[in-house]
Nanobody
Framework: QVQLVESGGGLVQAGGSLRLACTARGGTFSNYAMGWFRQAPGKEREFVAAISRLSGRTDYSDSVEGRFTISRDNAKNTVYLQMSSLKPEDTAVYYC????????????????WGQGTQVTVSS
């Protein structure tokens, strides 16, 4: 069983930056592809970014490509989401998720989820 705990959310002005972290407990972290998703009020949870088990591949949604960077440190069992040039439309609860082996954009493919961290971007 893998437990995921996110941190780093908060309130930031448009154009600012935040770095989210997600630390895993249990399991072998390097066996899992990791993803970040977000959910705004009244909307479905959507894919943001994903990273392969050994950081060889990353994938981003069109809405964050070029502004967000996903990375991981397997020695620290942690995945990060560096968010820059933030916009009010990035406001959401951000969730990290883990799935064995191959990364995907499909949220149904992820077995484990964190509790979420709120990111609010003011205009």
């Amino acid at each position: 069983q893998v437990q995921l705990v996110e941190s780093g959310g908060g309130l930031v002005q448009a154009g600012g930056s935040l770095r989210l972290a997600c630390t895993a407990r249990g399991g072998t972290f390097s066996n899992y592809a990791m993803g970040w998703f977000r959910q705004a009020p009244g909307k479905e949870r959507e894919f943001v970014a994903a990273i392969s088990r050994l950081s060889g591949r990353t994938d981003y949604s069109d809405s964050v490509e070029g502004r967000f960077t996903i990375s991981r440190d397997n020695a620290k069992n942690t995945v990060y989401l560096q968010m820059s040039s933030l916009k009010p439309e990035d406001t959401a609860v951000y969730y990290c998720a883990a799935k064995p082996l191959i990364m995907t954009r499909d949220r149904e493919g992820y077995n484990y989820w964190g509790q979420g961290t709120q990111v609010t971007v003011s205009s």
